[in-house]
Structure formats: structure tokens, C-alpha cells
């Protein structure tokens, strides 16, 4: 799936306004447009991360895949924080994931952290 599709995906599944403009807030299941049309760099740079899993191992196939993350919304008054947080899958996994913080301002990613 191209970028620009995830992008437009998550708009359908998140753009429901709720009006995590301007303050620090968890956006409770939804988010503004704003938030979803700055998620690219963050879906782009974690899709690069996770072709890291190659091992071939049940577990590293399952969490190579996008799908099996959820994504959580921060909004700041200059920032988006886009965090991956990997589903269990049965695998009783705990841990993992990413989070990413995208300026505002000129969508680039300011800030970069791996979940152990």
C-alpha cells in the first residue's frame, strides 16, 4: 500500500475530530485531520523499521506487519507523537513497538524512540 493510501486509510478509520489541537492529550480512539495528514513520515519510517524482523521466525513474520500494530495519537501545541504499539497475537509478547514525534509545522520527524 503506497503512503499516500496508509494516510487516507487512517483518515477513514481516525478523522473524527475531537479536538487534540492544542494542548498535550491522548486523543482517545480519535484524532483530528491535522493528525492524520502528518502521520506519513511516521508510517513510512516505521514500515522501514520493521524490515529489520528477518529472521524468519513465526514471531518476527507477525510483528513485521503493520497490521498488527495499533497506532496511538499524542497531540501537542507544536507536535504529533504517532506510537506503535505491537498487538500480542497470542504470542504473549510485551514491548516493542515505536514512537515517533512529527513537527507541526514542516511534517518532519523531530524525535525518534524504539520501546523495549
Request: hydrophobic share 35%.
Amino acid at each position: 500500500m503506497k503512503p499516500r493510501m496508509i494516510v487516507l486509510a487512517l483518515t477513514v478509520a481516525l478523522a473524527t475530530g475531537a479536538g487534540c489541537a492544542s494542548r498535550v492529550q491522548m486523543c482517545g480512539g480519535t484524532t483530528t485531520a491535522e493528525a492524520v495528514a502528518r502521520a506519513e513520515p511516521a508510517v513510512v519510517a516505521f514500515k522501514d523499521h520493521l524490515k529489520k524482523y528477518d529472521t524468519g521466525s513465526d514471531m518476527d513474520i507477525y510483528f513485521s506487519d503493520i497490521r498488527h500494530y495499533d497506532l496511538v495519537i499524542k497531540a501537542a501545541e507544536s507536535t504529533f507523537e504517532y506510537e506503535f504499539v505491537p498487538q500480542s497475537g497470542g504470542y504473549g509478547y510485551k514491548g516493542g513497538g515505536a514512537s515517533y514525534t512529527v513537527s507541526r509545522q514542516n511534517g518532519e520527524i523531530v524525535r525518534t524512540e524504539y520501546m523495549k
